[in-house]
């Protein structure tokens, strides 16, 4: 209701703006039907007119079959609404409207979807303790907290990742943000590299490449091999790149870590050009086969800006992570971040601290590499079953090659009807002479006494009898 505006001079009664206005804002929707209208008191004070005002304007309305009193449920748009009242939609096309990306999300995980966790085996007990106890602490804080995030989880964080990622920081290097996105959006406002380019992993994950041709900066698509992102031909194609985007502990989608000699020449190509490297550390210590490699900033500390999130680990329903800011650029980071950013809310913020500093986070992340690596090869011997053996382990999924100029996404698309959410391999590429069909299968959600019938069914949508189709390398 925060919308109506009075013209206290002209020839309108203010009861007749009101109802007008209110009738109005029924017909587009915005006050949907049994939505609840503000007491009379309460609108009244809002707009400076007397009660009797929004009385007389509410009863208008009532007289007119479009709100009803409800006693103490208080004032509310009638349910349906009558047939006199012609909806003007406001937006007609609303698909238009959600970001392309996420055209391919759910709330709730379909069996092979990417980039979800485990939803049977979320902690959600032990979240929602931590959380409840955060939200009791934050009620007595009234004011603003650093815009860095809270010293108790910038504390948190610089441990953890001195522990299990090999980086030494303070905690005044670390930035709160609502995750990779976030942290992204701040780095690449803090390099102000438009109009430049930027290294970018081929294949790479698509937001990646959008938000980078969103913020001006054009991505050099560079083909990764088995060592990962390969230095030498990104420096052939953009020596003079303000900064490269990449994903070394384990490549998305491939899951191939960036072997050491590549990182060598990386970081000699950051401090010889001055440029930045963004370390997209998405999966941290997600690691289902050996040891995680150490983060690139543990040895690059002062070119490399290192990205974490929560999403894999925890659930991307957090919306957390964190920077750890390069020493040289820190300033200018943490001014980005403090000007036009804002770490999530506290009660978040404190929660997750507790999580971290009692422990709770290392060990949930033990038993989830344990259930993914099981999960993952249950649904790799499942597809061996079916004869499939082109399929390999790519982090947190399985890389189902398809032939060459087969359609991925609209079978993605066939496969969401059926309830599957595998994710197309086409996407990923940006140099079409490179670009590969497949399939992404997630196997965070993959459950033993279901995966046959689930294989069976994608096979099926898939068609041609797999046997004899001729996989293409993934890359
Ligand atoms: C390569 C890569 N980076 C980062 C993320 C996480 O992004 P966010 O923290 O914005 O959820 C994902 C999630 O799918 C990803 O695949």
Redesign the pocket.
Known sequence: MDGLTLDRVGPASLAEQISHQIEAAIAEGSLPPGGRLPSWRDLAAQLGVARGTVKAAYEKLIDKHLLVTAGSAGTRVVSPLPASITRAPVITDADRLVPQNFLQRSDQALVFQL?VPAHDAFPATLWSRLYRQAVQFTASRTGYADPRGLIELRSALASHVAIARGIECSPEQIIVTS???GGLSIALRAIDATGRQAWVEDPC?PVTRLALELSRVHPVPVQIDEAGFNVRRARELAPAAALAVV?PGQQ?PSGVTLADHRRVELLQWAVEAGSWIVE?D?LAELHLSGRPANALAARGADRVIHLG?F??TIS?ALGI?FIVTPLPLARRLIDVATWLGAPPNAAIQLALASLLREGHYLRHLRRMRKLYAERRQCLLDTLARFGIDAASPAGLSVMLPLPNGFDDQQLTVSARAAGLGPTPLSPWFADASRCRAGLLLGVTNVLERTIERDCRRLLALIGDPIGRMKPAAAH
């Open positions: 980039g995750g990779y996105r994950y994903t998305a997209d998405y999130s999403s894999k991307p992570g």
